[in-house]
């Protein structure tokens, strides 16, 4: 099976402007959940999609937002960007959520840089 | 809230001696535990989950987990380490009921092996 993909690798925006990232799941994986990764904050939880509706949802500001699609491809969007959104998004997939003998299978990230 | 801790930054080993990167955790009730490991520009890889049954988990490349529930404690141990071994270790927990498949991660320790 392939992995879990994003689109693009790579991207330079600037302050004020908005940007979409994409991620398909692993095929057959129904959950899709995004995380920050910053080298001062870490890796932090932004929000989990599951069967095309947000089932949690971590400590961000309303700027960040997510959808899933009914093929299980997930888009996040930043709005109005800051210079401290630059991060490297990671996006993970899982057959469901909340199962116990599951694990998250991560894609290779998006690399965001505000300038 | 769960959280956990890796309390060294940095982990140097030389090639063929065995490692031990820690971590302990705090979430309430039984915990579902997980190591990750990132090389650079890259995404995160699964290792290996502590669910329930043996303390001594295996995982991928030679790395095992010890779980120790009195002292809150998942460290991740190789009996032999490569150079090819390098790379950032994230340990993280995820709590048995609600938050989905929220992972909440450590800071991430520096494992360096050298010849």
């Known amino acids: 099976k392939a992995g879990v993909t994003q689109t693009p690798r790579y991207l330079i925006k600037t302050r004020g402007q908005q940007v979409t990232l994409s991620c398909s799941p692993i095929?057959?994986?129904?959950?899709v959940s995004w995380y920050q990764q910053t080298p001062g904050q870490g890796l932090q939880f932004l929000f989990e999609y599951f069967s095309e509706t947000q089932r949690n949802k971590g400590n961000f500001p309303g700027r960040f937002s997510g959808r899933q699609f009914s093929n299980s491809r997930s888009e996040m969007n930043v709005s109005t960007l800051e210079l401290g959104d630059s991060a490297l998004y990671l996006c993970?997939?899982?057959?469901?959520?909340?199962?116990?003998?599951?694990?998250?299978?991560f894609g290779p990230g998006t690399r965001l840089t505000v300038l | 809230a769960q959280s956990v801790a890796q309390p060294e930054d940095q982990v140097n080993v030389a090639e063929g001696n065995p490692l031990t990167v820690k971590c302990t955790y705090s979430?309430?009730?039984?915990?579902?535990l997980f190591w990750y490991v990132q090389y650079p520009n890259r995404g995160l890889q699964f290792l290996l989950k502590y669910i329930t049954g043996d303390n001594l988990v295996k995982g991928s490349y030679g790395f095992e987990a010890e779980f120790n529930k009195s002292q809150t404690s998942f460290h991740l141990k190789k009996p032999s380490a490569l150079v090819s071994d390098s790379a950032l270790y994230f340990c993280a927990v995820r709590g048995l009921t609600g938050g989905g498949n929220k992972l909440t991660f450590g800071t991430g320790t520096q494992l360096k092996v050298e010849l």
């Open positions: 095929s057959g994986h129904r959950s």
């Open positions: 979430v309430s009730g039984n915990p579902y």
């Open positions: 993970a997939s899982s057959p469901g959520t909340g199962e116990f003998y599951n694990e998250q299978f």
